[in-house]
């Protein structure tokens, strides 16, 4: 057996309020609408996860849904324009992503992120400086990345030989 994809479904006496915020605000699309269940999507291949948490990472409190979006810049934007508060950030996080939190017009805690994919000081919320290459080393193994403003460029590891 395969877990081919998980939905999350939020009690409401209202299913209409949520168009604003999902498909308005986020930009997904309504997938089905019988009245009484409302289903918001993309036509996007996704991956299926789940997490479980004891907090929200940085101190913050467990977020009900994670959405991950393309621009956090826009999806900022997009929140602040329509006077949603925002309860955290943004911030760039030490896990390698930029996020904020605002709460959905049902109360829920929503974490709005996206992984770094390039490294800009002038980003809100970014604490990390501009890097060029980055390098670690775990059990005699050296891994190189390579990283400039539109992404990363390469990843390359190879087994170092153990000093004498």
Known sequence: MKVRR????????????????????????LLMDHGWIATYGADTKMEVQLSVASQGGSGT?????SIEVDDIDQ????????????????????????????????GKLVSILAHRRRFDRGQEGFRLPALRTVCAVFSHTALQLAVSTSGVSRCTSRRMKRAA
Not at 8 to 29: S, W
Request: hydrophobic content about 45%.
């Open 75 to 106: 999806a900022l934007e997009r929140m602040r324009a329509a006077g949603v508060a925002i309860e955290y950030g943004p911030a760039g996080e030490p896990w390698g992503v930029r996020r904020f939190y605002v709460r959905d017009p049902f």
């Open 61 to 65: 409190p467990t977020p009900d849904l």
């Open 6 to 29: 998980i939905v999350a479904n939020i009690a409401t006496p209202d299913v209409a309020r949520a168009k604003r915020f999902y498909q308005e605000l986020l930009g997904l699309d």
